[in-house]
Protein backbone atom coordinates (compact mmCIF):
# COMPACT_ATOMS: atom_id res chain seq x y z
CA UNK A 1 0.00 0.00 0.00
CA UNK A 2 2.98 2.24 0.96
CA UNK A 3 5.15 1.05 -2.00
CA UNK A 4 6.56 4.08 -3.94
CA UNK A 5 5.54 6.66 -1.36
CA UNK A 6 7.74 8.28 0.63
CA UNK A 7 8.09 7.23 4.46
CA UNK A 8 6.72 10.56 5.93
CA UNK A 9 3.03 9.43 4.66
CA UNK A 10 3.49 6.13 7.51
CA UNK A 11 4.27 8.45 10.43
CA UNK A 12 1.10 10.46 9.26
CA UNK A 13 -0.57 7.90 8.72
CA UNK A 14 -0.24 6.38 12.23
CA UNK A 15 -0.55 9.72 14.04
CA UNK A 16 -3.87 10.66 12.48
CA UNK A 17 -5.54 7.21 13.40
CA UNK A 18 -4.73 7.50 16.78
CA UNK A 19 -6.27 10.67 16.99
CA UNK A 20 -9.07 10.04 14.83
CA UNK A 21 -9.48 6.51 16.96
CA UNK A 22 -9.98 9.26 19.79
CA UNK A 23 -11.79 11.98 18.17
CA UNK A 24 -14.55 9.39 17.20
CA UNK A 25 -14.43 7.03 20.49
CA UNK A 26 -15.92 10.27 22.26
CA UNK A 27 -17.78 11.52 19.08
CA UNK A 28 -19.71 7.64 19.03
CA UNK A 29 -21.61 8.53 22.34
CA UNK A 30 -21.23 12.17 22.78
CA UNK A 31 -25.09 12.82 22.37
CA UNK A 32 -26.18 9.78 24.04
CA UNK A 33 -24.07 11.13 27.18
CA UNK A 34 -25.80 14.87 26.72
CA UNK A 35 -29.06 13.41 26.58
CA UNK A 36 -28.61 10.94 29.61
CA UNK A 37 -26.48 12.96 31.75
CA UNK A 38 -28.33 16.41 31.55
CA UNK A 39 -31.33 15.34 29.97
CA UNK A 40 -30.76 17.16 27.19
CA UNK A 41 -33.54 17.10 24.13
CA UNK A 42 -32.48 15.69 21.21
CA UNK A 43 -32.69 19.10 19.48
CA UNK A 44 -30.75 20.38 22.55
CA UNK A 45 -27.69 17.90 21.64
CA UNK A 46 -27.90 17.99 18.58
CA UNK A 47 -27.06 21.91 18.52
CA UNK A 48 -24.39 21.68 20.97
CA UNK A 49 -23.07 18.93 18.89
CA UNK A 50 -23.05 21.52 15.76
CA UNK A 51 -21.75 24.15 17.71
CA UNK A 52 -18.77 21.73 18.91
CA UNK A 53 -18.44 20.23 15.40
CA UNK A 54 -18.53 23.70 13.76
CA UNK A 55 -15.37 25.25 16.22
CA UNK A 56 -13.64 21.93 15.58
CA UNK A 57 -13.99 22.49 11.79
CA UNK A 58 -13.43 26.29 11.82
CA UNK A 59 -10.25 26.33 14.30
CA UNK A 60 -8.64 24.93 11.32
CA UNK A 61 -7.96 28.41 9.58
CA UNK A 62 -6.25 29.75 13.02
CA UNK A 63 -4.01 26.82 12.70
CA UNK A 64 -3.22 27.12 9.24
CA UNK A 65 -2.45 30.89 10.26
CA UNK A 66 -0.23 30.26 13.06
CA UNK A 67 1.48 27.62 10.70
CA UNK A 68 2.08 29.15 7.79
CA UNK A 69 3.11 32.70 9.24
CA UNK A 70 4.66 31.70 13.19
CA UNK A 71 5.21 28.55 13.99
CA UNK A 72 6.16 26.00 11.08
CA UNK A 73 3.72 22.85 10.61
CA UNK A 74 5.59 20.45 12.70
CA UNK A 75 5.16 22.81 15.80
CA UNK A 76 1.40 23.44 15.43
CA UNK A 77 0.63 19.76 15.31
CA UNK A 78 3.10 19.01 17.80
CA UNK A 79 0.85 22.30 20.06
CA UNK A 80 -2.18 20.96 18.82
CA UNK A 81 -1.59 17.35 19.94
CA UNK A 82 -0.89 18.33 23.71
CA UNK A 83 -4.02 20.81 23.78
CA UNK A 84 -6.10 18.23 22.76
CA UNK A 85 -4.88 15.74 25.25
CA UNK A 86 -5.84 18.13 28.09
CA UNK A 87 -9.35 18.69 26.51
CA UNK A 88 -10.05 14.90 26.62
CA UNK A 89 -8.57 14.61 30.45
CA UNK A 90 -11.43 17.21 31.29
CA UNK A 91 -13.80 15.72 29.45
CA UNK A 92 -12.96 12.40 31.50
CA UNK A 93 -13.16 13.69 34.93
CA UNK A 94 -16.27 11.92 36.43
CA UNK A 95 -18.70 14.22 38.07
CA UNK A 96 -22.14 13.23 39.68
CA UNK A 97 -25.12 13.15 37.85
CA UNK A 98 -26.49 15.99 36.11
CA UNK A 99 -23.38 17.99 37.73
CA UNK A 100 -20.03 19.18 35.54
CA UNK A 101 -21.69 20.66 32.69
CA UNK A 102 -19.23 24.16 32.40
CA UNK A 103 -16.63 21.62 32.81
CA UNK A 104 -17.89 19.52 29.99
CA UNK A 105 -18.01 22.77 27.35
CA UNK A 106 -15.17 24.22 28.68
CA UNK A 107 -13.41 20.15 27.44
CA UNK A 108 -14.96 20.48 24.11
CA UNK A 109 -13.66 24.27 23.69
CA UNK A 110 -10.01 22.85 24.53
CA UNK A 111 -10.79 19.91 22.72
CA UNK A 112 -11.77 22.27 19.20
CA UNK A 113 -9.24 24.42 19.27
CA UNK A 114 -6.16 21.49 19.51
CA UNK A 115 -7.93 20.12 16.98
CA UNK A 116 -7.92 23.03 14.45
CA UNK A 117 -4.26 23.56 15.49
CA UNK A 118 -3.52 19.45 14.28
CA UNK A 119 -6.08 18.11 11.55
CA UNK A 120 -5.01 20.83 9.03
CA UNK A 121 -1.50 21.27 9.17
CA UNK A 122 -0.80 17.35 8.87
CA UNK A 123 -2.66 17.19 6.21
CA UNK A 124 -0.36 20.60 4.42
CA UNK A 125 2.62 18.54 5.41
CA UNK A 126 1.27 15.66 3.66
CA UNK A 127 0.76 17.58 0.29
CA UNK A 128 4.39 19.24 1.08
CA UNK A 129 5.79 15.66 0.85
CA UNK A 130 3.98 15.23 -2.73
CA UNK A 131 5.90 18.55 -4.17
CA UNK A 132 8.75 16.48 -4.93
CA UNK A 133 8.33 15.67 -8.24
CA UNK A 134 9.39 12.20 -7.63
CA UNK A 135 6.14 11.68 -5.71
CA UNK A 136 3.85 14.12 -7.46
CA UNK A 137 1.61 11.94 -9.53
CA UNK A 138 0.80 9.95 -6.56
CA UNK A 139 -0.52 12.63 -4.83
CA UNK A 140 -4.43 11.94 -5.18
CA UNK A 141 -3.35 8.51 -3.96
CA UNK A 142 -1.24 9.04 -1.28
CA UNK A 143 -4.56 11.38 -0.22
CA UNK A 144 -7.15 8.20 -0.01
CA UNK A 145 -4.15 6.14 2.00
CA UNK A 146 -3.97 8.72 4.25
CA UNK A 147 -7.88 8.94 4.91
CA UNK A 148 -8.13 5.20 4.98
CA UNK A 149 -5.62 5.56 8.21
CA UNK A 150 -8.25 8.34 9.64
CA UNK A 151 -11.03 5.91 8.98
CA UNK A 152 -9.03 2.75 10.71
CA UNK A 153 -8.96 4.92 13.76
CA UNK A 154 -12.20 5.26 13.47
CA UNK A 155 -13.88 1.94 12.63
CA UNK A 156 -12.60 0.85 16.10
CA UNK A 157 -13.99 3.76 18.09
CA UNK A 158 -17.78 2.96 18.71
CA UNK A 159 -16.77 -0.63 19.55
CA UNK A 160 -14.24 0.40 21.89
CA UNK A 161 -16.64 3.14 23.48
CA UNK A 162 -19.27 0.59 23.93
CA UNK A 163 -17.07 -1.91 25.47
CA UNK A 164 -16.25 0.43 28.04
CA UNK A 165 -19.33 1.89 28.86
CA UNK A 166 -20.63 -1.60 29.44
CA UNK A 167 -17.95 -2.55 31.50
CA UNK A 168 -18.54 0.42 34.01
CA UNK A 169 -22.80 -0.55 33.64
CA UNK A 170 -21.91 -4.05 34.66
CA UNK A 171 -19.78 -3.29 37.50
CA UNK A 172 -23.22 -1.89 39.37
CA UNK A 173 -25.23 -5.09 37.93
CA UNK A 174 -26.93 -3.00 35.13
CA UNK A 175 -27.03 -3.89 31.20
CA UNK A 176 -27.75 -1.00 28.33
CA UNK A 177 -31.33 -0.52 27.51
CA UNK A 178 -31.67 2.62 25.09
CA UNK A 179 -34.90 3.08 26.49
CA UNK A 180 -34.04 4.13 30.01
CA UNK A 181 -32.73 7.25 29.62
CA UNK A 182 -35.53 9.31 28.22
CA UNK A 183 -37.47 7.91 30.55
CA UNK A 184 -35.71 8.05 33.96
CA UNK A 185 -35.24 11.77 32.95
CA UNK A 186 -38.79 12.25 32.36
CA UNK A 187 -39.48 10.66 35.61
CA UNK A 188 -36.95 12.65 37.69
CA UNK A 189 -38.46 16.14 36.14
CA UNK A 190 -42.48 14.68 36.78
CA UNK A 191 -42.90 14.60 32.87
CA UNK A 192 -43.76 10.97 32.32
CA UNK A 193 -47.64 10.19 31.74
CA UNK A 194 -46.99 6.33 32.13
CA UNK A 195 -44.86 5.35 35.18
CA UNK A 196 -46.12 1.88 35.01
CA UNK A 197 -43.62 1.54 32.12
CA UNK A 198 -40.85 2.77 33.32
CA UNK A 199 -41.36 0.09 35.92
CA UNK A 200 -41.77 -2.55 34.06
CA UNK A 201 -38.49 -1.61 31.97
CA UNK A 202 -36.42 -1.23 35.31
CA UNK A 203 -37.49 -4.47 36.72
CA UNK A 204 -35.42 -6.00 33.96
CA UNK A 205 -32.87 -4.79 35.41
CA UNK A 206 -33.85 -5.36 39.24
CA UNK A 207 -36.71 -7.51 40.04
CA UNK A 208 -36.70 -6.20 43.49
CA UNK A 209 -37.81 -2.50 42.13
CA UNK A 210 -40.75 -0.65 43.21
CA UNK A 211 -42.55 2.21 42.71
CA UNK A 212 -41.04 3.92 45.96
CA UNK A 213 -37.31 2.92 44.72
CA UNK A 214 -37.92 3.81 40.77
CA UNK A 215 -36.85 7.55 41.59
CA UNK A 216 -33.39 5.95 43.77
CA UNK A 217 -32.84 3.28 40.32
CA UNK A 218 -33.31 6.20 37.97
CA UNK A 219 -30.25 8.04 39.33
CA UNK A 220 -28.09 5.26 40.25
CA UNK A 221 -28.54 3.94 36.06
CA UNK A 222 -28.20 7.70 35.21
CA UNK A 223 -25.63 8.53 37.15
CA UNK A 224 -23.42 5.10 36.37
CA UNK A 225 -23.93 5.49 32.11
CA UNK A 226 -23.12 9.10 32.53
CA UNK A 227 -19.45 7.91 34.45
CA UNK A 228 -19.67 5.12 31.99
CA UNK A 229 -19.43 7.72 28.88
CA UNK A 230 -16.56 10.01 31.05
CA UNK A 231 -14.20 6.65 31.11
CA UNK A 232 -15.30 5.83 27.37
CA UNK A 233 -13.66 9.95 26.83
CA UNK A 234 -11.22 8.33 28.38
CA UNK A 235 -10.00 6.31 26.38
CA UNK A 236 -9.37 9.09 23.63
CA UNK A 237 -6.53 10.49 26.28
CA UNK A 238 -4.67 7.21 25.52
CA UNK A 239 -4.72 6.76 21.74
CA UNK A 240 -3.72 11.14 21.60
CA UNK A 241 -0.10 9.87 24.27
CA UNK A 242 0.22 6.87 20.52
CA UNK A 243 -0.13 9.56 18.48
CA UNK A 244 2.04 12.26 20.09
CA UNK A 245 4.89 9.04 20.40
CA UNK A 246 4.51 8.27 16.76
CA UNK A 247 4.40 11.94 15.45
CA UNK A 248 7.85 12.69 17.99
CA UNK A 249 9.45 9.78 17.41
CA UNK A 250 10.13 9.33 13.61
CA UNK A 251 10.43 13.13 12.62
CA UNK A 252 13.16 12.59 10.33
CA UNK A 253 10.80 10.97 8.09
CA UNK A 254 8.69 14.21 7.32
CA UNK A 255 11.55 16.64 8.12
CA UNK A 256 12.28 17.38 4.53
CA UNK A 257 8.49 18.42 4.14
CA UNK A 258 8.22 20.11 7.39
CA UNK A 259 8.76 23.70 5.82
CA UNK A 260 6.64 26.53 4.78
CA UNK A 261 6.96 29.44 2.13
CA UNK A 262 8.08 31.98 4.70
CA UNK A 263 10.24 29.83 6.03
CA UNK A 264 11.96 28.52 2.70
CA UNK A 265 12.08 32.36 1.70
CA UNK A 266 13.96 33.19 5.02
CA UNK A 267 16.85 30.59 4.10
CA UNK A 268 19.67 30.58 1.53
CA UNK A 269 19.16 27.29 1.27
CA UNK A 270 15.79 27.07 0.51
CA UNK A 271 15.02 30.56 -1.43
CA UNK A 272 15.36 29.37 -4.52
CA UNK A 273 12.26 26.92 -4.27
CA UNK A 274 9.84 29.58 -3.14
CA UNK A 275 7.11 29.48 -5.89
CA UNK A 276 5.74 33.22 -6.51
CA UNK A 277 1.93 33.27 -8.22
CA UNK A 278 1.03 36.39 -10.06
CA UNK A 279 -2.33 38.28 -8.33
CA UNK A 280 -4.34 36.98 -10.88
CA UNK A 281 -3.09 33.35 -10.62
CA UNK A 282 -3.71 33.24 -6.72
CA UNK A 283 -7.33 34.74 -6.76
CA UNK A 284 -8.07 32.36 -9.97
CA UNK A 285 -7.13 29.51 -7.02
CA UNK A 286 -8.46 31.25 -4.38
CA UNK A 287 -11.85 31.31 -6.30
CA UNK A 288 -11.96 28.16 -7.36
CA UNK A 289 -11.32 26.57 -3.80
CA UNK A 290 -14.15 28.77 -2.69
CA UNK A 291 -16.49 27.07 -5.03
CA UNK A 292 -15.35 23.89 -4.24
CA UNK A 293 -15.82 24.82 -0.22
CA UNK A 294 -19.25 26.20 -1.14
CA UNK A 295 -20.39 22.48 -2.16
CA UNK A 296 -18.81 20.27 0.05
CA UNK A 297 -20.50 22.70 3.45
CA UNK A 298 -23.45 20.35 1.77
CA UNK A 299 -21.88 17.25 1.90
CA UNK A 300 -20.53 17.67 5.52
CA UNK A 301 -23.97 18.89 6.79
CA UNK A 302 -25.15 15.30 5.89
CA UNK A 303 -22.68 13.49 6.41
CA UNK A 304 -22.26 13.83 10.04
CA UNK A 305 -26.07 13.13 10.37
CA UNK A 306 -24.30 10.27 11.46
CA UNK A 307 -23.51 11.11 14.97
CA UNK A 308 -27.06 13.08 15.66
CA UNK A 309 -29.91 12.40 13.53
CA UNK A 310 -29.31 8.36 12.56
CA UNK A 311 -27.75 7.79 16.03
CA UNK A 312 -31.41 8.87 17.07
CA UNK A 313 -32.98 6.65 13.96
CA UNK A 314 -30.73 3.69 15.47
CA UNK A 315 -31.66 3.59 18.80
CA UNK A 316 -35.47 4.78 18.50
CA UNK A 317 -36.54 3.00 15.22
CA UNK A 318 -34.23 0.65 14.16
CA UNK A 319 -34.54 -3.06 15.95
CA UNK A 320 -31.84 -3.28 19.02
CA UNK A 321 -31.36 -6.89 18.75
CA UNK A 322 -30.32 -9.55 15.43
CA UNK A 323 -29.41 -12.59 14.44
CA UNK A 324 -26.90 -14.57 14.53
CA UNK A 325 -25.63 -14.23 10.57
CA UNK A 326 -26.50 -10.41 11.13
CA UNK A 327 -24.46 -9.92 14.41
CA UNK A 328 -21.37 -10.47 12.04
CA UNK A 329 -21.84 -7.01 11.11
CA UNK A 330 -21.89 -5.63 14.58
CA UNK A 331 -19.04 -7.97 15.58
CA UNK A 332 -15.63 -6.52 14.05
CA UNK A 333 -13.93 -9.45 15.57
CA UNK A 334 -15.74 -11.56 13.24
CA UNK A 335 -15.96 -8.86 10.07
CA UNK A 336 -12.87 -8.11 10.04
CA UNK A 337 -11.88 -11.88 9.41
CA UNK A 338 -14.71 -12.09 7.45
CA UNK A 339 -13.13 -9.32 5.30
CA UNK A 340 -9.84 -10.88 5.37
CA UNK A 341 -11.18 -14.40 4.38
CA UNK A 342 -12.32 -12.79 1.28
CA UNK A 343 -8.95 -10.40 0.28
CA UNK A 344 -7.18 -13.94 0.66
CA UNK A 345 -10.03 -15.59 -2.18
CA UNK A 346 -9.22 -13.09 -4.13
CA UNK A 347 -5.33 -13.18 -3.81
CA UNK A 348 -5.81 -17.31 -4.38
CA UNK A 349 -8.34 -16.52 -7.44
CA UNK A 350 -6.44 -13.80 -8.89
CA UNK A 351 -5.72 -13.84 -12.59
CA UNK A 352 -1.83 -14.04 -13.75
CA UNK A 353 -0.96 -14.50 -10.01
CA UNK A 354 2.08 -16.51 -8.90
CA UNK A 355 1.83 -19.53 -6.82
CA UNK A 356 3.23 -18.29 -3.59
CA UNK A 357 0.47 -15.62 -3.90
CA UNK A 358 -1.91 -17.84 -4.60
CA UNK A 359 -0.93 -20.06 -1.31
CA UNK A 360 -0.54 -16.96 0.70
CA UNK A 361 -3.86 -16.04 -0.40
CA UNK A 362 -5.43 -19.74 0.01
CA UNK A 363 -3.80 -19.72 3.55
CA UNK A 364 -5.40 -16.61 4.69
CA UNK A 365 -8.71 -17.80 2.90
CA UNK A 366 -8.53 -20.59 5.24
CA UNK A 367 -6.98 -18.84 8.71
CA UNK A 368 -9.30 -16.30 8.49
CA UNK A 369 -12.48 -18.15 7.57
CA UNK A 370 -11.81 -20.52 10.44
CA UNK A 371 -11.45 -17.40 12.50
CA UNK A 372 -14.92 -16.24 11.55
CA UNK A 373 -16.88 -19.12 12.00
CA UNK A 374 -15.55 -20.22 15.25
CA UNK A 375 -16.57 -16.36 16.34
CA UNK A 376 -19.94 -17.13 14.69
CA UNK A 377 -20.32 -19.95 17.09
CA UNK A 378 -20.44 -18.14 19.87
CA UNK A 379 -22.91 -16.18 19.63
CA UNK A 380 -26.70 -16.93 21.03
CA UNK A 381 -29.39 -16.86 19.28
CA UNK A 382 -30.37 -13.06 19.82
CA UNK A 383 -27.85 -10.03 19.96
CA UNK A 384 -28.10 -6.86 21.85
CA UNK A 385 -26.17 -3.82 20.35
CA UNK A 386 -25.99 -0.27 21.79
CA UNK A 387 -26.97 2.38 19.09
CA UNK A 388 -23.55 3.73 18.47
CA UNK A 389 -22.35 0.46 17.36
CA UNK A 390 -23.76 1.68 13.75
CA UNK A 391 -21.25 4.43 13.20
CA UNK A 392 -18.16 1.72 12.71
CA UNK A 393 -19.74 1.10 9.03
CA UNK A 394 -18.72 4.61 7.48
CA UNK A 395 -15.05 4.03 8.44
CA UNK A 396 -15.06 -0.26 7.94
CA UNK A 397 -16.40 0.30 4.31
CA UNK A 398 -13.69 3.05 4.04
CA UNK A 399 -11.00 0.73 4.88
CA UNK A 400 -12.52 -2.28 3.12
CA UNK A 401 -13.52 -0.10 -0.11
CA UNK A 402 -10.52 2.53 -0.36
CA UNK A 403 -8.05 -0.37 -2.25
CA UNK A 404 -11.39 -0.88 -4.61
CA UNK A 405 -11.67 2.87 -5.81
CA UNK A 406 -7.63 3.36 -6.04
CA UNK A 407 -7.50 0.50 -8.29
CA UNK A 408 -10.67 1.87 -10.05
CA UNK A 409 -9.12 5.19 -10.89
CA UNK A 410 -5.38 4.25 -11.33
CA UNK A 411 -7.44 1.56 -14.01
CA UNK A 412 -8.83 4.36 -15.62
CA UNK A 413 -5.76 6.71 -15.52
CA UNK A 414 -4.13 4.19 -17.66
CA UNK A 415 -6.98 3.98 -20.12
CA UNK A 416 -6.47 7.88 -19.96
CA UNK A 417 -10.58 8.31 -18.52
CA UNK A 418 -9.87 9.00 -14.39
CA UNK A 419 -12.39 11.88 -13.79
CA UNK A 420 -10.92 14.75 -12.71
CA UNK A 421 -10.73 15.72 -8.48
CA UNK A 422 -13.91 18.23 -9.10
CA UNK A 423 -16.21 15.73 -10.95
CA UNK A 424 -14.94 13.45 -8.04
CA UNK A 425 -16.52 15.61 -5.83
CA UNK A 426 -19.88 16.04 -7.85
CA UNK A 427 -20.16 12.27 -8.46
CA UNK A 428 -19.59 12.27 -4.89
CA UNK A 429 -22.83 14.81 -3.86
CA UNK A 430 -24.58 12.33 -6.25
CA UNK A 431 -24.06 9.38 -4.06
CA UNK A 432 -24.94 11.29 -0.95
CA UNK A 433 -28.57 11.65 -2.66
CA UNK A 434 -28.83 8.59 -3.09
CA UNK A 435 -27.83 7.16 0.28
CA UNK A 436 -30.49 9.56 2.15
CA UNK A 437 -32.88 8.69 -0.42
CA UNK A 438 -32.34 4.82 0.98
CA UNK A 439 -33.89 6.30 4.58
CA UNK A 440 -36.41 7.79 2.88
CA UNK A 441 -37.72 5.32 1.34
CA UNK A 442 -36.97 3.34 4.69
CA UNK A 443 -38.88 5.99 6.80
CA UNK A 444 -42.14 5.93 5.24
CA UNK A 445 -44.87 5.01 7.46
CA UNK A 446 -42.98 5.39 10.24
CA UNK A 447 -44.70 7.87 13.20
CA UNK A 448 -42.95 10.73 13.83
CA UNK A 449 -40.75 11.58 16.42
CA UNK A 450 -43.21 13.92 17.31
CA UNK A 451 -45.82 11.35 17.53
CA UNK A 452 -43.74 9.27 20.19
CA UNK A 453 -42.85 11.67 21.87
CA UNK A 454 -39.27 11.39 21.97
CA UNK A 455 -39.20 7.65 23.82
CA UNK A 456 -38.27 4.57 21.20
CA UNK A 457 -40.72 3.36 18.85
CA UNK A 458 -42.75 0.33 19.76
CA UNK A 459 -41.36 -3.19 17.94
CA UNK A 460 -44.11 -2.92 15.37
CA UNK A 461 -42.24 0.71 14.04
CA UNK A 462 -39.18 -0.62 14.61
CA UNK A 463 -37.26 -1.42 11.35
CA UNK A 464 -34.17 -3.91 10.04
CA UNK A 465 -30.85 -3.13 10.71
CA UNK A 466 -29.82 -3.09 7.03
CA UNK A 467 -31.54 0.23 6.54
CA UNK A 468 -28.94 1.89 8.03
CA UNK A 469 -25.86 -0.44 6.42
CA UNK A 470 -27.32 0.35 3.31
CA UNK A 471 -26.89 3.91 3.78
CA UNK A 472 -23.82 3.96 5.62
CA UNK A 473 -22.65 1.58 2.51
CA UNK A 474 -23.39 4.26 -0.14
CA UNK A 475 -22.56 7.35 1.60
CA UNK A 476 -19.19 5.85 2.45
CA UNK A 477 -18.97 5.60 -1.39
CA UNK A 478 -19.60 9.01 -1.81
CA UNK A 479 -17.55 10.11 0.40
CA UNK A 480 -14.69 7.96 -1.30
CA UNK A 481 -15.50 10.00 -4.01
CA UNK A 482 -15.55 13.53 -2.25
CA UNK A 483 -13.38 13.68 0.72
CA UNK A 484 -9.69 12.19 0.01
CA UNK A 485 -10.57 14.22 -3.29
CA UNK A 486 -11.32 17.44 -2.28
CA UNK A 487 -8.23 17.65 0.13
CA UNK A 488 -5.67 16.51 -2.82
CA UNK A 489 -7.54 19.30 -4.95
CA UNK A 490 -6.78 21.80 -2.25
CA UNK A 491 -3.25 21.13 -1.65
CA UNK A 492 -2.61 20.91 -5.46
CA UNK A 493 -4.43 23.99 -6.07
CA UNK A 494 -3.51 26.39 -3.05
CA UNK A 495 -1.07 29.30 -3.37
CA UNK A 496 2.41 28.06 -1.91
CA UNK A 497 1.67 30.82 0.64
CA UNK A 498 -1.40 29.83 1.91
CA UNK A 499 -1.30 25.80 1.98
CA UNK A 500 -2.01 25.40 5.78
CA UNK A 501 -4.62 28.61 5.41
CA UNK A 502 -6.32 26.81 2.45
CA UNK A 503 -6.02 23.10 4.18
CA UNK A 504 -8.09 25.48 7.23
CA UNK A 505 -10.75 26.83 4.66
CA UNK A 506 -11.28 23.32 3.30
CA UNK A 507 -12.17 22.39 7.10
CA UNK A 508 -14.01 25.68 7.82
CA UNK A 509 -16.68 24.91 4.42
CA UNK A 510 -16.54 20.99 6.92
CA UNK A 511 -17.71 23.49 10.08
CA UNK A 512 -20.49 25.57 8.01
CA UNK A 513 -22.08 21.57 7.55
CA UNK A 514 -21.49 20.40 10.46
CA UNK A 515 -23.09 23.77 11.92
CA UNK A 516 -25.95 23.25 9.45
CA UNK A 517 -26.02 19.21 11.48
CA UNK A 518 -27.54 21.08 14.52
CA UNK A 519 -30.39 22.27 12.35
CA UNK A 520 -31.33 19.06 11.28
CA UNK A 521 -30.97 18.03 14.64
CA UNK A 522 -33.71 20.39 15.43
CA UNK A 523 -35.98 19.49 13.01
CA UNK A 524 -35.63 16.02 14.26
CA UNK A 525 -38.97 16.74 16.39
CA UNK A 526 -40.80 18.72 13.97
CA UNK A 527 -41.32 16.88 10.85
CA UNK A 528 -41.74 13.15 9.26
CA UNK A 529 -38.60 10.83 8.95
CA UNK A 530 -39.33 11.17 5.47
CA UNK A 531 -39.43 14.67 5.11
CA UNK A 532 -36.50 15.42 7.31
CA UNK A 533 -34.03 12.70 4.87
CA UNK A 534 -35.38 14.54 1.47
CA UNK A 535 -33.97 17.76 3.22
CA UNK A 536 -31.17 16.48 2.82
CA UNK A 537 -31.72 14.55 -0.69
CA UNK A 538 -32.49 17.82 -2.21
CA UNK A 539 -29.33 19.62 -0.74
CA UNK A 540 -27.30 17.48 -2.20
CA UNK A 541 -29.04 17.07 -5.59
CA UNK A 542 -28.93 21.13 -5.31
CA UNK A 543 -25.49 21.17 -4.48
CA UNK A 544 -24.08 19.12 -7.02
CA UNK A 545 -25.50 20.59 -9.85
CA UNK A 546 -24.05 23.99 -8.80
CA UNK A 547 -20.85 21.93 -9.01
CA UNK A 548 -21.15 20.68 -12.49
CA UNK A 549 -22.08 24.06 -13.85
CA UNK A 550 -18.65 25.89 -12.63
CA UNK A 551 -17.21 22.16 -13.91
CA UNK A 552 -15.03 23.64 -16.69
CA UNK A 553 -13.41 26.62 -14.14
CA UNK A 554 -12.30 24.01 -11.54
CA UNK A 555 -10.83 21.32 -13.94
CA UNK A 556 -8.96 24.40 -15.51
CA UNK A 557 -7.48 25.49 -12.47
CA UNK A 558 -6.49 21.82 -10.95
CA UNK A 559 -4.93 21.40 -14.71
CA UNK A 560 -2.47 24.89 -14.42
Same mark, same amino acid.
Given at each position: ???? $???????????????????????????????????????????????????????????????????????????????????????????????????????????????????????????????????????????????????? /???????????????????????????????????????????????????????????????????????????? *? $??????????????????????????????????????????????????????????????????????????????????????? *??????????????????????????????????????????????????????????????????????????? $????????????????????????????????????????????????????? /???????????????? $?????????????????????????????????????????????????????? *?????? /????????????????????????????????????????
Amino acid at each position: MFKG $HPKGLIVAFFANMGERFGFYTMVSIFVLFMQAKYGLSSATSGYIYGIFMFCVYFFPLLGGYLADRVFGYGKTISLGLVVMFLGYLLLAIPTRFETGFGLVLTALGVIALGTGLFKGNLQALVGNLYDDPKYSALRDRAFSIFYMGINI /GAMFAPSASEKVCSWILAKSNFVYDARIPQLANDFLKGKLADVNQFLDVARAQNPAITIDSLGQFAESYLGTLGRS *Y $HFGFGVACLSLIVSMLIFWGFRKYYRQADVTEKQKAASTELKSQVVELTPEQTKERLVALGLVFFVVIFFWMAFQQSAVSMTFFARD *YTVSHVDKVTNIWFDLTALIPLYLSLVGLYYLLRKGASSRTRVAGGLALAVFALLTYLRYRTYPESNPFQPQRFQ $HFNPFFIVALTPLVIALFSYLNKKGKEPSAPRKIGYGMLLTAAAFSILVIGSV /GLPSPAQLGGQVAPPQ $HQVSVYWLISTYFMLTVAELFLSPMGISFVSRVAPPKYKGLMQGGWFAATAIGN *YLVGVV /GWLWMKLPLWALWSILVVACLLSATFMFSVMKKLEKVAAD
